[in-house]
């Protein structure tokens, strides 16, 4: 469980932060509206992740076992308390931008706009979404160029105990 969590997180954070780099190039009307709505549904199915996530851990889920060297324990239990503040972070502000922008959801219904005549505050949220996102996508490729560096420069396995089981 602990593992599937984990890649689940790694494919939609990375779905999502591509959409959101992309969203822009979607001509207006229906496709972009189907395609930012894909974005605030998986978006959604991100912070169920993350609650499970969180939950699992929380109720003694599977914790994979920690390097030897105390620093690095240390260090590696900042970084994952990081990522999960920053994830919290991004989708927070992503359903407040939502709310905020009064998005359709595939032009199904429209959740309604806090302050529909202020768009400062929508560029002002966006903003700081996009940032979060930016911010985890970075954290995120540093966590993943430590785990290389574990594979292959230190050989000590952290990187293989990761990896789906494949039989």
Known sequence: MTVALHWATVMLVGLLWTIGQTIDFAPSGPLRIDYRSLHMVLGITLACVFITRVWWRSRGGLALPGVDNMLMRVVAWLMHRLL????????????????V???????????????????????????????????????????????LFHHFIL?????RRMLPVLK
Do not use: C, E, Q
């Open 84 to 99: 999960y503040l920053i994830i919290l972070t991004t989708v927070v502000l992503g359903i407040t931008n939502v709310w």
């Open 101 to 147: 922008r009064g998005d359709s959801v595939f032009n199904l219904f429209k959740v309604p706009a806090f302050d529909p005549g202020d768009r400062a505050l929508r560029d002002s949220i966006g903003d700081w979404h996009a940032l979060a996102a930016n911010t985890l996508v970075i954290v995120a490729g540093l966590h993943a160029a430590v785990a």
């Open 155 to 159: 050989r000590d396995g952290v990187l």
